[in-house]
């Protein structure tokens, strides 16, 4: 599309020259040469400016293009790296917690042993402190998941980006 108007404005350019090297006088001197240049030389600033006003629209509308793409890819980097961030905070949050539970049980395998051996005050002393402990752990837990939950959900609130939105702006230019 952009070569048809291209080709209309030299076209147009080389029409007007050849009329007017046919309506020029006879005699060529400077003043006849300078009837026909000058005219002439209007409308090749004219041209160029037309040329160059559809060159800025092209290229507007090309680096809107590349803006949206830009930003497509940038949210889907950032979805990609809040997945991997996830998938890492899971991994070492099962680690911990099984390190976690691996100590309770030793714990608690203690104040068994404790209880068996008839030591039943201290046996008693080592499973109270062991569910205590334990409570506590499950208690900052879930208020810890809580809190994260919340600000995970607050920044997903603040960030959405409608694609559609961007894509129709597109469609506009």
């Excluded at 068996?116 to 046996?123: D, K, L, R, W, Y």
């Excluded at 879930?142 to 597109?170: G, H």
Aim: charged share 20%; no cysteine; hydrophobic share 50%.
């Amino acid at each position: 599309m952009q070569f048809f108007k291209f080709l209309f404005g030299l076209l147009l350019l080389e029409m007007a020259t050849f009329a007017f090297v046919l309506l020029s006088y006879e005699d060529m001197s400077v003043l006849g040469i300078l009837r026909l240049v000058l005219p002439l030389f209007i409308m090749a600033v004219g041209i160029a400016l037309w040329f160059s006003s559809m060159f800025k629209e092209s290229f507007a509308s090309e680096r809107e293009k590349l803006r949206v793409t830009a930003e497509k890819e940038k949210r889907a980097v950032e979805k990609e790296a809040q997945k991997h961030i996830i998938k890492e905070a899971t991994s070492t949050h099962a680690k911990a917690n099984f390190k976690v539970g691996m100590a309770f049980a030793g714990a608690l395998g203690v104040g068994v042993l404790f209880v068996f051996a008839q030591m039943v005050t201290v046996g008693l002393l080592a499973l109270s402190a062991t569910g205590g402990v334990m409570g506590g752990y499950y208690w900052r837990g879930k208020r810890l998941e809580n809190q994260q939950f919340k600000a995970l959900e607050k920044e997903n609130t603040m960030n959405i980006v409608d694609v559609k939105e961007i894509t129709s702006r597109e469609n506009m230019l």
